[in-house]
């Protein structure tokens, strides 16, 4: 069995969320298939995944700008990655009809030695069309959430 069905099916003998794994693969291979496609509803892919804290399932949804110093970041802090799959879920639920991808970069802060890991919707829309959304997603769910990344993770857009 696969990382994705093991784990719906972990999930739904504890009863905590019941998924199909065939509508998760499928919605899996679509993301792998076209990663900057139209999204036109909330993909329900990561409710299945939320309970699993694996690296693997990060990997798949997001593009990292830099593998090697990405992986390290995440393993260095895993306490994100439930965070950045909710993240994922709160994305994709308010950027519906747009072309985006999301990015994971880490960076050096200017003013530091310290790393920050970046959290991208890079997308070919306009600022005036995405700008209203990013509020939409700060003041809907990360403003509340934002105290769980400890300073370790910033969303923001990335325009192509």
Sequence with gaps: ???????AAILSRSGTVRV??????????????????TVTEPTSVVTGWLGSRTFAQVESLFVYQDYMSVSTYL?????????????????TQRFLGFQYHLGLEVSQEATSDEEALYLLICTVSSCEE??????KLD???WLDEVERADGQLTIDVEYL
């Design 20 to 37: 199909d794994p065939k509508v998760m693969f499928q919605e899996y291979a679509q993301i792998l298939r076209d990663p900057m496609r």
């Design 130 to 135: 995405v700008q209203p959304l990013l509020t």
């Design 139 to 141: 003041e809907e769910w």
């Design 1 to 7: 069995m696969g990382p994705m069905i093991e784990a």
């Design 75 to 91: 393993h260095k802090h895993s306490f994100l990655v439930p965070l950045i799959l909710e993240a994922y879920s709160q994305i």
